[in-house]
């Protein structure tokens, strides 16, 4: 099993631009989440998926749009890139139990940087 | 601010010695969980500490809760120099909208000299 996997690993933009982060799982969890890690602000939620065909914001959704078409597969869109948005993005999966949230799995990140 | 946030901030011991990391959050949790994060990697899970109950352990991590205090402490004993990471706790709790969510403490570097 691959795990948690990102594409790509390292991106750098221009003010204005867009870019799409593509997160898969082959675990067949149904839970899904997008983080950005800033220096000394521990991980921040963007947004998240508990199932196919379902998004939800997080803390820090602004600036961001995300698709779970199928399930192994969440999408982090940037439809207008700005320097705030430089960050190490990770995506993660989680198995679903009852209302509450247990042991996520982290993908290798993706770093980016937007001049 | 972070529902969790770890104290210190940062720690450096000398290899063989234990290390211990805390970490204090806002409201009411089901439970709490430590990561682990190697520089430049993932976050990688440790350990998970339901609220009921007051101490966990796994080889050679031990991990106590105190609901009353809203507080809870990573020990690690004989610490390795491949101990050397960021430590994170991570509490579930409700969002402004009714649902579930993670939130994550600002981390604790931990650097084991050998």
């Known amino acids: 099993n691959a795990g948690v996997t990102q594409t790509p690993k390292f991106r750098v933009l221009k003010t204005g631009q867009s870019m799409t982060l593509l997160c898969a799982q082959d675990?067949?969890?149904?839970?899904m989440y997008w983080y950005r890690q800033d220096p000394g602000m521990g991980l921040r939620l963007i947004h998240y998926?508990?199932?196919?065909?379902?998004?939800a914001k997080g803390e820090v959704p602004d600036g961001y749009n995300v698709s779970r078409l199928k399930k192994q597969n969440f999408l982090l869109g940037l439809e207008s890139a700005a320097p705030s948005q430089t960050s190490v993005y990770f995506c993660?999966?989680?198995?679903?139990?009852?209302?509450?949230?247990?042991?996520?799995?982290f993908g290798p990140g993706t770093r980016l940087t937007v001049l | 601010s972070q529902q969790g946030e770890e104290d210190p901030q940062a720690l450096s011991i000398q290899e063989g010695e234990n290390a211990t990391m805390n970490c204090s959050y806002k409201?009411?949790?089901?439970?709490l969980q430590w990561y682990r994060q190697n520089s430049g990697r993932g976050l990688v899970h440790l350990i998970l500490?339901?609220?009921?109950?007051r101490e966990k352990h796994s080889g050679r991590l031990r991990v106590t809760l105190d609901t009353s205090k809203k507080s809870s402490s990573l020990l690690i004993t004989a610490s390795r120099a491949a101990d050397t990471a960021s430590y994170f706790c991570?509490?579930?709790?409700?969002?402004?909208?009714?649902?579930?969510?993670?939130?994550f403490g600002t981390g604790t570097r931990l650097k084991v000299l050998a």
């Open positions: 993660a999966s989680s198995l679903p139990t009852g209302g509450s949230l247990y042991e996520q799995f």
């Open positions: 675990m067949n969890h149904e839970y």
């Open positions: 998926s508990v199932g196919e065909g379902t998004t």
């Open positions: 409201t009411s949790i089901n439970n």
């Open positions: 500490i339901r609220s009921n109950e």
């Open positions: 991570a509490t579930d709790g409700l969002s402004t909208s009714g649902t579930y969510k993670y939130i």
